[in-house]
């Protein structure tokens, strides 16, 4: 079966600071891969998107690159804010293998920005 | 357009107890989803539905949980009976079509005492 892992559970940084989260997944049909992000009180939302024809996305300042190689889908930030705290997590979509698009969500990854 | 619309947002319920969640979909969307959040287990599919037809539903969960879609544009959750187990996040989610991105309701929480 499919499965996405995310090691770090937490990131706490400062304003400005890098931001990288990282995350691997296994699959054996044809991966679209995305990143969500839930805030307090609400739903996950979609943060970006990245298919196997464009393996690169952005949205935000947030960037991803998918590498099938290494299959890994990491989230990178140049300069977070503190209105980036959050809990971010990657997603493997498989939309062929299982006939629609079933989701397969990482632990996630609660980050901690501070002023 | 509405985003996805849950209610209530929040619900008690004691041991034994029938509890019905409600969700609202995006107009026009095909598919919906049920899902239920923890900390522990993070988010698990209970149920999906493609043009208010039931395609999968979770394994685990088919006991005690049961989704149904009235029409194109109202799903229910039951749970019956609760158990304090079943304390969590129930989100709902719905999609235009195949491939395309899943829209998240901002849940239900449910505490079973």
């Known amino acids: 079966g499919n499965s996405v892992t995310q090691m770090q559970g937490q990131v706490t940084l400062s304003e400005e600071e890098f931001l990288f989260i990282n995350c691997t997944y296994s699959?054996?049909?044809?991966?679209?891969l995305f990143w969500y992000v839930q805030y307090p009180g609400e739903g996950p939302q979609l943060l970006l998107k990245v298919t196997t024809a464009n393996n690169k996305g952005s949205s935000r300042g947030f960037e991803a690159t998918y590498d099938k190689g290494t299959t890994s889908f990491h989230l990178q930030k140049a300069s977070v804010q503190e209105s980036d705290s959050a809990v971010y997590y990657c997603?493997?979509?498989?939309?062929?293998?299982?006939?629609?698009?079933?989701?397969?969500f990482g632990k996630g990854t609660v980050l901690l920005v501070s002023p | 357009d509405a985003g996805v619309t849950q209610t209530p947002r929040h619900e008690v319920a004691e041991k034994g107890q029938t509890i019905i969640l409600k969700c609202e979909p995006v107009s026009g969307h095909n598919d919906l989803f049920w899902y239920r959040q923890t900390k522990i287990q993070g988010l698990e599919l209970l149920s999906y539905?493609?043009?208010?037809?039931?395609?999968?539903d979770g394994g685990a969960f088919k006991d005690r949980f049961k989704a149904e879609m009235l029409n194109s544009s109202f799903s229910t959750l039951k749970i019956q009976p609760t158990e304090p187990k079943d304390s969590a996040v129930y989100l709902c989610?719905?999609?235009?079509?195949?491939?395309?991105?899943?829209?998240f309701g901002p849940g239900t929480r449910l505490t079973v005492l």
């Open positions: 989610a719905s999609s235009r079509d195949w491939g395309y991105e899943q829209y």
């Open positions: 699959t054996t049909g044809y991966p679209t």
């Open positions: 997603v493997l979509g498989d939309l062929y293998d299982s006939g629609y698009n079933k989701l397969t």
């Open positions: 539905f493609r043009s208010k037809s039931l395609m999968e």
